[in-house]
Each structure stands twice: as C-alpha cells, then as structure tokens.
C-alpha cells in the first residue's frame, strides 16, 4: 500500500530564516505531487505541483520554491521565511495513471514564523 | 476556470441528527472529477469519495451519502445519524482533465465546519 510522510510535523522557525520541508511516497511510482499551504482557519491553496523529476509548476508567485529531485521526493524550500508564511503545510500524491485521480494527503507541517 | 462553492462556513448540529453539506461547481469542462475530503481537528485529510462527470448515480457508504446533479452542478453530502467524530472541516473538490492527467487541476472549495455536539 501507498504511505506518504512528512517532516518536521511542527517547525518554529524567525522570520528571514530559511525553511526546507520533505515528502516522500512509498510504495507507488510516477505520481503526481503537490505541496499545499493552509492558513488558520482558511481554505487550501495549493503552491506547487509536479508531474515528474525535475518538472515543477508553480500557482503562486511567492519566495517559495519546489524542487523534486527523486521521483516520490517533493521539498519545499525559502531562503529567507516571512511572517505570512506561517501556516500548515500539506503534500500530496495522485496517480496519473491509476484511473482514480484523488489525491492522498500526508499529516502536514505546522509552520510558525515569529 | 474552474470553482467550487461550499456556501455553509459552519454548521452546528446535535448528536443523531442528519445534516446536509452543500457544494456547487463550476466547470466548462464535460469529463471532470468531484471529490470529499474530511480535515479531522489533527490537520490530515482524507479522502471520501469520488464521483466523475458521467455517474451520477448517489453513492452510500454507512452513514454518508452523496447527491451528484449535474442539472444544478452540485454535489452534496449527507451524513445521517451524525455522531460526535463527525466533527471536522469538510472540503469539495474538483478536478478537470489536462491532456491526460487529471491531477493537475484540482480546485477545493473553501470548506464546511461541521460541529456535532453530544
């Protein structure tokens, strides 16, 4: 069966300080990720998504960035954080070949820039 | 472009009462893709059903059910009996097809918080 990780699970982190959260996927090949950010109390916003290695598309236009450099591995990354980009932070997975199209969500990371 | 509208920001019901969630799309698109997601109060969603553009026949898993209607573009959910573990936020979304890959256009409605109290 397929797993999805996340780490940290929580991060307090000053404001210009740089930030890098992982996801790994087991146990398929060739998904689809995505990295999400949620602030308190709101909706999804989704920030990245990747169709394969080295192949990223961004929603937002922010100081965040994505990068996959293995094929289930999705980091998400700031060289200098600000206070808006505290938040939780969710990954996700899809299979584009599956014929099901939903995404499966990590536990997320909660994001809190002082 | 696509969305999706959850109107009900916050719902409160008492325990064993069936409540109704609301959601209504927009798409230009005839082959796309709805879905339910329940955010518990640990943060992870999970996912609860999906339903594509050609089916429109409800679905009930237990307690839930599901009321697709493409006349008014809507996909509602209906838990029945509801219990206190029910309490979480619940989001509608959907998903259109790019080329083949229909994971790269998905869009979630602002989500319902639903409170069921004992």
């Known amino acids: 069966s397929q797993t999805i990780h996340q780490w940290p699970a929580t991060l307090v982190q000053p404001v210009g300080s740089p930030l890098s959260l992982e996801c790994t996927v087991e146990g398929t090949s060739n998904p689809n990720l995505y990295w999400y950010r949620q602030a308190a109390g709101r909706g999804l916003q989704l920030l990245f998504y990747s169709v394969g290695i080295g192949q990223i598309s961004s929603e937002v236009p922010q100081n965040l960035s994505a990068s996959r450099p293995q094929d289930r591995q999705f980091i998400l990354s700031s060289k200098k954080l600000l206070l808006s980009d505290s938040g939780f932070y969710l990954c996700?997975?899809?299979?584009?070949?599956?014929?099901?199209?939903?995404?499966?969500f990590g536990p997320g990371t909660r994001l809190t820039v002082t | 472009a696509q969305k999706v509208t959850q109107a009900q920001t916050e719902i409160s019901v008492v325990e064993k009462e069936d409540v109704t969630l609301d959601c209504v799309y927009e798409t230009r698109d005839t082959t796309y893709y709805l879905f339910w997601y329940k955010q518990p109060p640990s943060g992870e969603l999970v996912f609860l059903i999906r339903r594509n553009s050609f089916d429109e026949q409800n679905e009930i898993s237990g307690r839930y059910s599901w009321n697709f209607q493409k006349s008014t573009s809507s996909f509602n959910f209906t838990i029945t009996a509801s219990q206190v573990v029910d309490s979480a936020v619940y989001f509608c979304?959907?998903?259109?097809?790019?080329?083949?890959?229909?994971?790269?256009?998905?869009?979630f409605g602002p989500g319902t918080r639903l409170s069921v109290l004992p």
């Open positions: 996700a997975w899809s299979d584009p070949a599956g014929g099901s199209y939903e995404q499966y």
């Open positions: 979304a959907l998903s259109e097809a790019v080329g083949d890959n229909y994971g790269q256009n998905f869009v």
